[in-house]
């Protein structure tokens, strides 16, 4: 489809190379991971606003935060911020098994049913505090995070399983590091920047309290 090439171009041009990663842009139509009345906006490398106040992740944000998880399709994951299920079905397609959990029961339930419209069959949604993490799922091999912490919430750091990958924007809510960490010996260590972001604050009981 066109637009999902004029995307990947857009990717390709902002240092993408992960061959798996383009192809799951290119295969999955990102129009029906937004609001209606921002369709004509999908396949535009922008952040789309979404109810809540809150927005999508810009796709080559997505696809380099992707990208330094290093999935290789057997992973376990944990995505800490469905939205509307983009990213969510963007690693459907990277990882063996996706967990995702979403404050927002709407959300979940738009994401769900867009899941659901794509033949996505390996993730699971859960509505709920995604600062807790999903005990009764972990370990994970990868967590991504998509929303802003000033660290990463101690049980996410405890679910990670060791030689596993994390990424996390790391500040106070509007101005990030997206920081790429690996668990070594039961120790998170920042290994790496992705890049420089905006993000949404991250609610929850082991991160910024509700406004």
Known sequence: ???????????IEAGIRDARILEAFRVLPRDEFVPEDQRSRAYQ????????????????????MLEALAL??????LEVGTG???????????????????????????????LGRCGVDNVRLAVGDGTRGLPRAAPFDAIVVSAAFVRVPCPLADQL??????????????????VLYVKEASVLRRVALVTRAHFVRLVGEHAFAQE
Do not use: Y
Request: hydrophobic residues 35%; charged residues 25%.
């Open 72 to 77: 290789r399709g057997t992973e376990r994951v």
């Open 1 to 11: 489809m066109r637009g999902n090439e004029d995307l990947c171009r857009t990717l």
């Open 84 to 114: 509307l299920g983009f990213q969510t079905a963007l690693l459907s397609k990277l990882a063996g098994e996706v967990w995702s959990v979403e404050r927002w029961p709407d959300l979940a339930a738009s994401a769900q049913a867009s």
């Open 161 to 178: 399983a060791c030689d596993g990958r994390l990424v996390q924007p790391v500040g106070p809510g509007g101005r990030e590091e997206v």
């Open 45 to 64: 490398d922008v952040p789309v606003p979404i109810p809540h106040d809150q927005v999508t992740t810009q796709p080559s944000l997505t696809a380099k």
